[in-house]
């Protein structure tokens, strides 16, 4: 079972900073957060991970809290290409994915 | 990111026919692989881990003798779909990782038809 808990759907405009929560309370010390996303009918793609420090990309910057019991994934600009079902993931070793959020960038 | 191609991205068969699906790490050596199944709206759900040169590991639920997973090298893992019929159509994708617990690359899918 997925270790976390996303909200089902977001919706974001065009340009706007995207924000999307993560709850996973139930996480290890060493346990890495990572989060990947699925475009309509394609394999998912890797964004980014963190273990405690926040961290940023090209693609996103990722949020994590003090107690490491939330992050947030941040898309600064969104565009249309970046409607998608995003998934955040704890322990990467048994890869099992939640049913994540779908973000719809809208103009 | 490292590419990690899947073939083919589309297949139609007959019921009863057994259909495989190769899954390769292009510019890297993926010691564990995944494979997944996706039904439309839904999320995707883990169906067997495989590590180069050792017997996969299978999820509860998932028949090991109808989903057969050969992972023979560093770069490829092929999953056998075996007397297929029309309820294992699906999505079916595989991710490759360079060392375990870490960043996962994907494959982009291969859509199943069994007629």
């Known amino acids: 079972d997925a270790k976390t808990t996303q909200p089902t759907s977001m919706d974001c405009a065009e340009g706007r900073a995207a924000n999307l929560p993560c709850n996973h309370s139930?996480?290890?010390?060493?346990?890495?957060v990572y989060w990947y996303r699925q475009i309509h009918s394609q394999g998912p793609q890797y964004i980014i991970h963190g273990l405690k420090n926040n961290e940023t990309n090209e693609m996103a910057s990722l949020i994590i809290t003090e107690d490491r019991k939330s992050s947030t994934l941040i898309l600064p600009h969104a565009t249309l290409r970046d409607t998608a079902v995003y998934y955040c993931?704890?322990?990467?070793?048994?890869?099992?994915f939640g049913a994540g959020t779908r973000l719809t960038v809208k103009p | 990111g490292a590419v990690v191609s899947q073939h083919p991205s589309r297949v139609i068969c007959k019921s009863g026919t057994s259909v495989k699906i190769e899954c390769r790490s292009l510019?890297?050596?993926?010691?564990?692989m995944f494979w997944y199944r996706q039904f439309p709206k839904q999320s995707l759900m883990l169906m067997a881990t495989s590590n180069e040169g050792s017997k996969a590991t299978y999820e509860q639920g998932v028949e090991k003798d109808k989903f057969l997973i050969n992972h023979a090298s560093l770069t490829l893992s092929t999953l056998t779909v075996t007397s297929a019929h029309p309820e294992d159509s699906s999505f079916y994708i595989c991710?490759?990782?360079?060392?375990?617990?870490?960043?996962?690359?994907f494959g982009q899918g291969t859509r199943l038809t069994v007629v």
């Open positions: 993931i704890v322990n990467n070793n048994d890869m099992r």
């Open positions: 139930t996480i290890s010390g060493n346990e890495y």
């Open positions: 510019d890297f050596q993926a010691t564990t």
């Open positions: 991710s490759a990782e360079r060392d375990r617990g870490t960043e996962a690359f």
